[in-house]
């Protein structure tokens, strides 16, 4: 579509017209909009009125599973070994400001491809993979809307309890993890670290070694592989310490803990 001939135009204050330059897509273009400070910047909008598969939310992070999903776990569209759990206290991304929050609840999520946010689920050439069988969350979700907010998530999320609730053994060590190693106490002996209580190292070294040990307990009595372990009792310690401004390196036997310096 050339710019004589676009369709498409906006009448701007000072009464010039606006028209779509050739690079812009069919339902996306840019136009020049004001930040706060009165800067100007390019905005883009969109006019999309369906999903084109174009992945952008796939890229940005990977969806929440709820109850409703289950038949796609049943089916094997999405396996144990693609999901994981965020336990509660744990920091998740939030795909709308890309902040980092704390979340109060359990989630269960696709995994990303690793080093990223992106769905395991995309593929560069080919988009969604299950696309007909995608999560209720990637259905629900509409870019061009401005209804994007998910709402009611604490009844409706998918949580260990759904699928591990009768069986007993999981259960008792999802209970123990959480007894032993809850993330707010984490939290809270991080926060204290950062103020010079250096006797909180060893607590935290405590955490991590119980944690550790649940893991292999699990993997030797019930042969539960590395991959699905994530699902069953979160990331590890030395998994997710980055995201609460600690590094944890493991030396052997002994670990080697450091805070982030926070930039100034
Ligand atoms: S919903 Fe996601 S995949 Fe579909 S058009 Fe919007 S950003 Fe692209
Ligand atoms: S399941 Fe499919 S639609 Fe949903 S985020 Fe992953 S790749 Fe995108």
Known sequence: MSEENSKFEILLPDGTVYRPEKKETKNTHYITGYDPDGKSKKMKFSTKKDCERCGECCRRDTP????????????GIISERDIYTIREGETIR????????????????IKPIFGTYTCLFYDPEE???????????????ECWSQNITLTGIERSRLTRSDLFGKIELLKEVIKKQEEKCSLYRFQDLIEELKKDKSENTDKIAEMILYDLYL?????????????????????????????????????????????IEEEE
């Open 127 to 141: 988009g969604c993979t299950i696309y007909e069988k995608r999560p209720s969350v990637c259905r629900i979700y």
């Open 64 to 75: 929440i599973i709820l109850k409703e999903d289950m038949p796609l776990l049943i089916e």
């Open 94 to 109: 939030s795909s709308i400001d890309g902040e980092i929050y704390y979340t109060s609840m359990e989630l269960i999520k």
């Open 215 to 259: 893991r292999d307990w699990l993997k030797e009595k019930l042969s539960i592989s590395d991959d699905v372990l994530p699902l069953i009792l979160g990331r590890s310690f030395l998994d997710i310490a980055p995201f609460f401004g600690l590094i944890i390196e493991r030396e052997g036997e002994n670990f080697v803990i450091k805070v």
